[in-house]
């Protein structure tokens, strides 16, 4: 994965109806060890792994860089929202698109905020790069992430095996602005 290239970065915080959208900083650091540290948000992510070896790669501050948001609920971080550039992804539908992932501390799921984040992510996309088309991979055991794809708007291109399981590979394309 590579940034997404030339956008306007960071944008001005993007606020939702409950949440806040923004760059990562230094207080975030703590909850960004537990969301990366978390087993349930890994299940489906290749397995937790040890909480040392993200302290090291956390030892400054989170990194920043055009497309990572961090998703905020009343100034502390509930989640993360990536959107990033599929250099290297593994099927050609994919491959250069913009790519949508996303993480959440498990007390947050449940109450639509992810939705309600990615939403707003996908919003300011289609303001920042128009027209463009953003992928999205998630296992197909990843039952709550493959829902949240849908809802958001994404429609399937393929199912492909990787990474020892199934794969679904959706794709959301802005709508037109209506004349
Ligand atoms: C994938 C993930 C972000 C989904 O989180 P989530 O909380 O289930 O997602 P949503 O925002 O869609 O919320 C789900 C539920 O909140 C409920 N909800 C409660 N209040 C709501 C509200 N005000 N608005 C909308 N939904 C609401 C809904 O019932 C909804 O369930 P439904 O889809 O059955 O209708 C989360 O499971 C996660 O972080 N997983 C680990 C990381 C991961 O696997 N990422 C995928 C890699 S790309």
């Known amino acids: 994965m590579d ?11 993007i606020r939702t ?20 540290a978390s087993p349930q948000v890994h299940t489906y992510l290749g397995g937790p792994r ?7 790669e956390l030892a400054g501050a989170p990194e920043r860089w055009p497309g990572n948001f961090v998703v905020d609920l009343d100034g502390s971080l509930i989640g993360q929202v990536l959107l990033r550039r599929a ?20 007390r947050a799921w449940g109450f639509g905020y992810a939705t309600e984040a990615c939403t707003a992510a996908l919003g300011w ?3 920042a790069l128009p027209g463009e ?18 809802k958001l708007g994404f429609t399937e291109v393929e199912r492909f095996e990787a990474w020892g399981a199934e794969q679904w590979l959706g794709m959301w394309s802005p709508t037109p602005p209506s004349r």
């Open 3 to 13: 940034d997404l290239g030339p956008v306007d970065w960071p944008p001005e915080p």
């Open 17 to 36: 109806e409950r949440l806040v959208l923004r760059e990562p900083g230094p207080r975030d650091r703590a909850a960004f060890l537990e969301l990366l």
């Open 50 to 56: 040890p909480r040392d070896e993200i302290e090291r």
């Open 87 to 106: 250099t290297g992804h593994r099927r050609p539908a994919a491959v250069g698109k913009a790519d949508l992932g996303y993480l959440f501390l498990p």
């Open 125 to 127: 996309l289609a303001t």
């Open 133 to 150: 088309p953003v992928v999205l991979t998630t296992q197909t055991a990843n039952v709550a992430s493959v829902r949240l794809a849908a």
